[in-house]
T-cell receptor, first 115, second 112 residues
């Protein structure tokens, strides 16, 4: 079992650009959540996808958007990048409600640096 | 709103026990978790406890839950240098689906 995978591992962008981060969930998991972890802080919930729809959203602006594909993989898109978007972006997957899926398993993260 | 608080730093001697504490505000949280993060890495699930339990033991790890005081602790027995990392307490937000609320993390330093 490969676990949760994310790509790329590192990314450098400049202000105003757009970025797409990718996540493949653990085998058998159908729910994907995204978190932002700023330096020295705990992860903050961005949003969650289930059945290809955004099911819940945290306190993040509309510049943050996502998508889930039929194979349950997911993308996180951030438009009009700001310096403050520099962070580790973590993807987590869980089995979903049908699987009694309260426990989330995290990927290694994508470290984004905005210059 | 929901909040999770942890002390920021803990230093212990190798071989001693470590106790990391966490308090939370959401009294309806059903699941409470401990994750470990090593430098430059993602989060590793260590253990979790369901809200109807007071204690859970898993090898060197013991989780204690005091629902009345909304206090969660993680005890690591026989702490080793490989346990040096940041430990995050997280609670499953009861307001909807699987949204985790994290503390800021406790940095555990193990010295010889």
């Amino acid at each position: 079992d490969a676990g949760v995978t994310q790509s790329p591992t590192h990314l450098i962008k400049t202000r105003g650009q757009q970025v797409t981060l990718r996540c493949s969930p653990k085998s058998g998991h159908d729910t994907v959540s995204w978190y932002q972890q700023a330096l020295g802080q705990g992860p903050q919930f961005i949003f969650q996808y289930y059945e290809e729809e955004e099911r819940q959203r945290g306190n993040f602006p509309d510049r943050f958007s996502g998508h889930q594909f039929p194979n349950y993989s997911s993308e996180l898109n951030v438009n009009a990048l700001l310096l403050g978007d520099s962070a580790l972006y973590l993807c987590a997957s869980s089995p979903g409600l049908a699987g009694g899926g309260e426990t989330q398993y995290f990927g290694p993260g994508t470290r984004l640096l905005v210059l | 709103g929901e909040d999770v608080e942890q002390s920021l730093f803990l230093s212990v001697r190798e071989g001693d026990s470590s106790v990391i504490n966490c308090t939370y505000t959401d009294s309806s949280s059903t699941y409470l978790y401990w994750y470990k993060q090593e430098p430059g890495a993602g989060l590793q699930l260590l253990t979790y406890i369901f809200s109807n339990m007071d204690m859970k033991q898993d090898q060197r790890l013991t989780v204690l839950l005091n629902k009345k005081d909304k206090h969660l602790s993680l005890r690591i027995a026989d702490t080793q240098t490989g346990d040096s990392a940041i430990y995050f307490c997280a609670v499953l937000f009861s307001g909807g689906y699987n949204k985790l609320i994290f503390g800021a993390g406790t940095r555990l330093a193990v010295h010889p």
